[in-house]
């Protein structure tokens, strides 16, 4: 599986944009990238995954690099809501585990109002 | 569409009882995961069900945890003789098939005590 490297923590306000980062140096060419959050006393929750181009959804955007060894997530305008662990998780496109997601210890993001 | 439901949310147990947890996966999905997470870790495998079938339970203790998922009716991960180390956050997941492109939905969890 690639190693990630994501901050322990960062702090945003309400309302402002908000970049996670995460390294993934180790990843494979064809491993998809993932990311999850999980808000206090929930499951993890899909955010969004890409393999190469920059994605989008109602949640976020991915920006992936294009050596594809970091990646982005863009949450556009943080809420109160967004107050999450963040989980960056690379994922096999093949082989015989590519449903088994490996979580790392992930980002803890505060959102002030 | 309802989504991932597991029960109880909170299972308080006696060193040596037995804990089953239950996960009814969302409507239309069967394939259903058991991810484990220890106090102040992060999420980790457990097994991987299909209807019937256990396809991977790599992540699983030999001893005492077992998991099945019936035709009929919800997943159930079985703990026996409960040890305080088993305490922990358990959460299914489910997905309409297997391949990483697959988002994984996640129930609430079960939270476990053992006292």
């Known amino acids: 599986d690639a190693k990630t490297t994501q901050p322990n923590s960062m702090e945003s306000n309400e309302e402002e944009p908000v970049h996670l980062p995460c390294n993934h140096s180790?990843?494979?060419?064809?491993?998809?990238i993932h990311w999850y959050r999980q808000l206090p006393s929930q499951g993890p929750e899909y955010v969004i995954h890409?393999?190469?181009s920059n994605v989008n959804n109602r949640m976020a955007s991915l920006a992936i690099a294009e050596d594809r060894k970091s990646s982005t997530l863009i949450l556009h305008r943080a809420t109160l809501r967004d107050a999450a662990v963040y989980y960056c998780?690379?994922?096999?496109?093949?082989?015989?585990?590519?449903?088994?997601?490996?979580f790392g210890k992930g980002t803890l993001l505060t959102v002030n109002p | 569409n309802a989504g991932v439901m597991q029960n109880p949310r909170h299972l308080v147990r006696r060193r040596g009882q037995e804990a089953r947890l239950r996960c009814s996966p969302m409507?239309?999905?069967?394939?259903v995961y058991w991810y484990r997470q220890l106090p102040e870790e992060g999420l980790k495998f457990m097994v991987y069900?299909?209807?019937?079938?256990?396809?991977?339970e790599s992540g699983m203790p030999k001893e005492r945890f077992s998991a099945e998922f019936p035709k009929e009716g919800p997943s159930i991960l079985r703990i026996q003789q409960v040890v305080r180390g088993d305490s922990a956050a358990y959460f299914c997941?489910?997905?309409?098939?297997?391949?990483?492109?697959?988002?994984?939905?996640f129930g609430p969890g079960t939270r476990l005590t053992v006292l």
């Open positions: 069900l299909q209807k019937e079938n256990i396809i991977d």
């Open positions: 998780i690379p994922t096999p496109n093949s082989g015989g585990s590519n449903y088994k997601l490996t």
């Open positions: 997941a489910s997905s309409p098939g297997p391949f990483s492109y697959n988002e994984q939905f």
């Open positions: 890409g393999l190469t």
């Open positions: 180790t990843i494979s060419g064809t491993d998809y």
């Open positions: 409507k239309g999905h069967s394939h």
